[in-house]
C-alpha cells in the first residue's frame, strides 16, 4: 500500500435537462501527488469541480475521500473535506491585506478579549508561508499585490484552512513565465508536504510540465488516465478530440464579396500588432484559446475598449468607435458571450429586447410607434426563426436557444454590416444549434460580414470560411478553412506556426 | 458569478416541475403582487369611513387630501424616473427648499412672478444636472451623491434666506397654490399634467424604454447601444426639475418660503416610489405606482389625523406601513 488514495469518483453521473453532462465517472487522485484534468469545453470538467464543490448535487455514484463516503451537499461541507477551490477570480477581499485574507474564515487570534493581536497573526501567517516557501507583502491591501502573488495568498489561505485536495483551474493564465515558475514551486512544495493538487488547464505544455499524472475528459466520461512520462501533447490532442463528431453545419457557400474592414497593427492592453481584413458576406472564426484576447478583439472593434495604436478602416473611412452606440450606428453589432447578463434585459419582454438596439427606427420625435414595434420585431424574428407566439412575454419565459435567437434578432432587426459573435452557441442544447448555424449562414449569403468567437473548435472548423488564430493578443496565423483539421486547428491555437 | 446563474437555472427548472396546484399559486402569487397594493389602498379607505362615517368619506375631504398630495405626487413623478434605472435621490427635498428661497427672493426683489419662477426652476434643474453629472460620470454612487449635495443645497437655502422665512409674496402667485380652473385647484392641476408628462415620458417613448433598460440590466443596455451615462444624467435632471416645480407650488400654497419647508420630500417621495414598486409592475418604479403611493401616504395622514392619533404615533405607523408592504412583495415575488 504504498500510494494511498486521496480522492476517488465511481460512476458518478449528472444530466441537466436530458443533456447528459457526466455520464460515470470513475477517477481517483492520490495522495501526494499534482493530477492534470484536460478535456474540452463540455467534456464535463467544471460539472465534476461543481459536484465536488457542493455547487451541485449528483443525480448517481459514489464519492468517497480517504476511503471514507461522503455527501458534499454545501461548499462548507467541501471545505470541512478538505477541498479547497483555487479560481481565476479568487475569493479574496481585496481591500484586507494578506494576513487578514488567510485567516478570514477563522477567528483571529485576539488579545484583551475582544482586539485582535496581530503579532500573533503575522506569526501564524509566517508558519504557512515558510512551510509553503512563499513570500508577499503582508501589510498591504491584496488588491496591491500582482496576479501570482493573489494566487499565493489563495493558497495560503486554503493552506491555513487545513485543505488536502487543492483544485486549481486554469491558474497559470495571465501569469508571466517567471510567476508561473514561482507558482509552479509552490504546487510542488504542496505535493511534498503531502497535498493532492488537482491541476486543470487547456494549456497542455503546462500540464505535462507540472503534473504526476493526467486525466483525460471527454463527453462527459474519463477517457484516459496515465502518468505524465507516458503521455505527449500529440496523444492528449488526439484523446481530446476522439472521434470526430459528426457535426451537424449547413453547407458552406462562398459568398465572400468585397474588402469591408481593414484592421492595421491594432494595438491595445489585450491584443498586439493585430492585422486583418474582413469582407461583405464572409464568415471570419477567430481561434486561439480562452484568455488569448479573442473577447478583447470583439470588444475592441465594437467601441468598449479603445486602442493606442494602429488603424481600423470600414470601407476605406477611419473607424474608431468610442462606445458601443457609435459601432451600431456604423452598422457593427456584438451578439455578447454572456447572454443572461450583457444579452438580455430579462424581466422585460421580447418587443422591447428585440427593439432595444434600434429604438430611434420605431419612433418618430422620440415617441415609440407601436404599430412599427411590432411589424419590426416580428420580421426580426421571423428572420431569426424566433418560435413565440406572443411577444409581450418577458424574454425570461424562453428556452436558452430562443433567449439567443432574441439576442439574434434584436442585432439583425438593421440587417447589421459586422455582425459579430461570441460563443453564440453558449447555452443552446444542441438541437437548435444547426438552427442557429444555418441563420449565421444566411446572413453572411446576403452579405452580412461575420465574426464568430467560439471555444468549440468544431464549430469554427465548421462554419468559418477564414480562420484569424491568435494568442496572447499576437496573430499566430491567418489562413483559409481549408485542410485544417481538428489536431492542427489546437496546433495552431498553441501557437505553433505549421 | 456561475453559481448564482446555475442556482437560477435549478430553481427554473424545479419551477417547471411543479404541479398544477403550484401554477393556481404562482397566479394568485402574481395577483397579489399586482393588485396587493391597490387592495391594500382600498382597505385603508375603508377603516377610516369605518370609523368616522360623518368626516372621512366625503368629496369635500377627498379633495382636501388631493390638494394635500398635489405637491408630493409632483416631486415624486420626477424622483420615479431616477428610480426606474436603480438610482435615488435624496436632494429633491433640499432643491424644492432652494428654488421657493430664490423664486420667493426674486420676487421680492421686483422680477416678474414668471421670471422669478423660470429662474428657480432654472436653478433647481441645474441642481438636478449637478447630481448627474456627479453620479453618471463622476461615478459616485446615487446615495453618497445626493446625500452630499442634498446638504450643499440645503446650506445655500438657509444661507441666502439668513435662516428665515420670507413672507409678502405679491399676490397673485397665490394663485399657483391656491387657486382653481373651473373648480379644479391649480396645484392638482400641475400634479396631473407631471404625471402624464411622466406617464408619456415613461411608457411611449425611445427615452423610457432606456430608463427601463438600465434599471433592468445596465450592462445589456450598454451593449445595446444606449449610453447609459447620459440617460442617468438627464433622469437627474429631470429630477430636479420636478422638485423644482414642486417647490414652487408649495411655497405658493404657504404664501411663504423657508429654507426647510421641503424637506419632508427627501423621504416621503422615496416612501412613495417604493410603495409603487410593489403595484402594478413586478418591482420596478411605475408611475401609476407612485400615484398610488402617495395617494396611501395622504390617506394615512389624513384619516390618521381625523382619527385624532398625534403625528408622532402617524409617522410610526407610516414606517410600519411602508416596511409590511415591500415585505409582503418581496415574499410573494419569492413564493413565486
Not at chain 1, 3 to 8: D, F, N, S, T
Not at chain 1, 435 to 457: H, M
Amino acid at each position: 500500500m504504498g500510494i494511498q488514495e486521496a480522492l476517488r469518483l465511481t460512476q458518478v453521473k449528472k444530466s441537466y435537462t436530458g443533456v447528459k453532462a457526466l455520464k460515470g465517472v470513475d477517477l481517483s487522485f492520490n495522495i501526494g501527488e499534482v493530477h492534470g484534468l484536460v478535456g474540452e469545453n463540455g467534456a464535463g470538467k467544471s460539472t465534476l469541480i461543481k459536484i465536488l464543490a457542493g455547487i451541485v448535487k449528483p443525480d448517481d455514484g459514489e464519492i468517497r475521500i480517504k476511503g471514507n463516503d461522503v455527501h458534499i451537499r454545501s461548499s462548507n461541507d467541501a471545505t470541512a473535506y478538505g477541498l479547497c477551490f483555487i479560481h481565476q477570480e479568487l475569493n479574496l477581499v481585496s481591500y484586507f491585506n494578506a494576513m487578514e485574507n488567510i485567516f478570514l474564515g477563522h477567528r483571529y487570534p485576539r488579545k484583551f478579549g475582544p482586539l485582535v493581536d496581530w503579532k500573533e497573526l503575522k506569526r501564524k501567517t509566517g508558519k504557512i508561508t515558510d512551510a509553503l516557501q512563499v513570500s508577499f507583502p503582508l501589510n498591504v491591501p491584496v488588491s496591491y499585490l500582482s496576479a501570482v502573488e493573489r494566487a499565493m495568498v489563495a493558497i495560503a489561505r486554503a493552506f491555513a484552512e487545513s485543505g488536502e485536495i487543492y483544485f486549481m483551474d486554469e491558474p497559470a493564465t495571465a501569469l508571466t513565465d517567471i510567476e508561473k515558475k514561482k507558482l509552479f514551486a509552490v504546487i510542488r512544495n504542496l505535493r511534498m508536504q503531502g497535498k493532492t493538487v488537482i491541476y486543470v488547464s487547456h494549456n497542455l505544455d503546462d500540464v505535462l510540465e507540472i503534473t504526476d499524472r493526467i486525466t483525460v475528459m471527454r463527453d462527459g466520461t474519463v477517457v484516459a488516465c496515465s502518468s505524465t512520462e507516458e503521455m505527449t501533447k500529440e496523444m492528449l490532442i488526439s484523446h481530446m478530440i476522439g472521434k470526430s463528431l459528426t457535426s451537424a453545419f449547413p453547407e458552406r457557400k462562398d459568398s465572400t464579396g468585397d474588402l469591408l474592414l481593414q484592421a492595421d497593427r491594432l494595438t491595445n492592453d489585450r491584443i498586439h500588432d493585430l492585422s486583418f481584413s474582413l469582407h461583405r458576406g464572409e464568415i471570419l472564426g477567430i481561434g486561439g484559446l480562452v484568455g488569448s484576447g479573442r473577447t478583447e478583439l470583439l470588444e475592441t472593434l465594437y467601441g468598449v475598449r479603445g486602442h493606442q495604436s494602429g488603424s481600423i478602416k470600414l470601407e476605406g473611412k477611419p473607424y474608431a468607435p468610442r462606445d458601443p452606440g457609435e459601432a451600431i450606428e456604423q452598422g457593427v453589432v456584438l451578439v455578447p458571450e454572456e447572454r443572461r447578463r450583457q444579452g438580455l434585459v430579462l424581466g422585460r419582454s421580447i418587443y422591447e429586447n428585440i427593439t432595444l438596439m434600434s429604438l430611434s427606427e420605431v419612433s418618430r420625435f422620440g415617441f415609440l410607434r407601436h404599430q412599427t414595434i411590432r411589424k419590426k420585431s416580428s420580421e426580426a424574428g421571423r428572420r431569426v426563426r424566433l418560435k413565440s407566439s406572443n411577444y409581450d412575454n418577458s424574454v425570461s419565459t424562453l428556452s436558452g436557444g430562443n433567449q439567443q435567437k432574441v439576442v439574434f434578432a434584436k442585432t439583425v432587426m438593421n440587417l447589421p454590416r459586422i455582425l459579430m459573435l461570441d460563443e453564440p452557441s453558449k447555452g443552446v442544447d444542441v438541437g437548435a444549434r444547426f438552427e442557429l448555424y444555418t441563420i449565421i449562414r444566411e446572413l453572411a449569403e446576403s452579405g452580412v460580414a461575420v465574426i464568430v468567437v467560439s471555444s468549440d473548435f468544431n464549430e469554427i472548423l465548421g462554419l468559418a470560411d477564414r480562420i484569424l488564430f491568435i494568442k496572447d493578443g499576437k496573430m499566430i496565423s491567418c489562413r483559409e478553412n481549408t485542410g485544417i483539421d481538428q489536431e492542427s486547428y489546437l496546433h495552431f491555437c498553441y501557437g505553433r506556426e505549421n | 458569478m456561475g453559481e448564482k446563474i446555475d442556482m437560477k437555472q435549478n430553481r427554473q427548472i424545479s419551477r417547471q416541475q411543479s404541479d398544477g396546484q403550484a401554477e393556481k399559486n404562482r397566479t394568485a402569487g402574481i395577483f397579489i403582487r399586482s393588485w396587493g397594493t391597490l387592495l391594500g389602498f382600498m382597505l385603508l379607505l375603508a377603516v377610516f369611513s369605518l370609523l368616522r362615517p360623518d368626516v372621512f368619506p366625503s368629496g369635500r375631504n377627498f379633495r382636501n387630501i388631493i390638494e394635500q398630495v398635489a405637491t408630493l405626487a409632483i416631486v415624486a413623478s420626477g424622483v420615479t424616473v431616477v428610480m426606474v434605472t436603480g438610482d435615488f435621490d435624496l436632494s429633491v427635498g433640499a432643491i424644492a427648499s432652494l428654488v421657493g428661497i430664490i423664486a420667493a427672493l426674486l420676487m421680492k426683489a421686483g422680477a416678474s412672478i414668471f421670471v422669478s419662477m423660470l429662474a428657480a426652476v432654472a436653478v433647481g434643474t441645474t441642481a438636478g444636472l449637478i447630481n448627474g453629472l456627479l453620479i453618471a460620470y463622476g461615478g459616485l454612487s446615487a446615495f453618497v451623491g445626493t446625500l452630499a449635495t442634498m446638504t450643499t443645497f440645503s446650506g445655500t437655502a438657509l444661507l441666502i434666506s439668513k435662516g428665515t422665512t420670507i413672507f409678502g409674496l405679491p399676490d397673485t402667485f397665490a394663485y399657483l397654490g391656491q387657486g382653481a380652473i373651473l373648480f379644479i385647484p391649480v396645484s392638482v392641476f400641475v400634479m396631473g399634467i407631471s404625471l402624464v408628462l411622466m406617464y408619456l415620458l415613461l411608457e411611449q417613448t425611445t427615452f423610457g424604454r432606456r430608463l427601463y433598460a438600465i434599471g433592468g440590466n445596465e450592462e445589456a443596455a450598454f451593449l445595446s447601444g444606449i449610453r447609459t451615462r447620459r440617460v442617468r444624467f438627464i433622469s437627474f435632471g429631470i429630477s430636479g426639475f420636478f422638485a423644482s416645480l414642486g417647490g414652487l407650488v408649495l411655497t405658493s400654497r404657504l404664501f411663504s418660503a423657508h429654507p426647510q419647508a421641503g424637506s419632508p420630500f427627501m423621504l416621503n417621495a422615496a416612501a412613495a416610489v417604493f410603495l409603487g414598486m410593489t403595484a402594478f409592475k413586478e418591482g420596478e418604479a411605475n408611475i401609476w405606482g407612485t400615484l398610488l403611493g402617495v395617494l396611501i401616504m395622504g390617506v394615512m395622514g389624513n384619516g390618521l389625523n381625523i382619527l385624532g392619533i398625534n403625528t408622532y404615533v402617524q409617522s410610526i405607523l407610516t414606517g410600519l406601513i411602508i416596511v409590511m408592504a415591500v415585505l409582503l412583495s418581496s415574499l410573494a415575488k419569492k413564493k413565486a
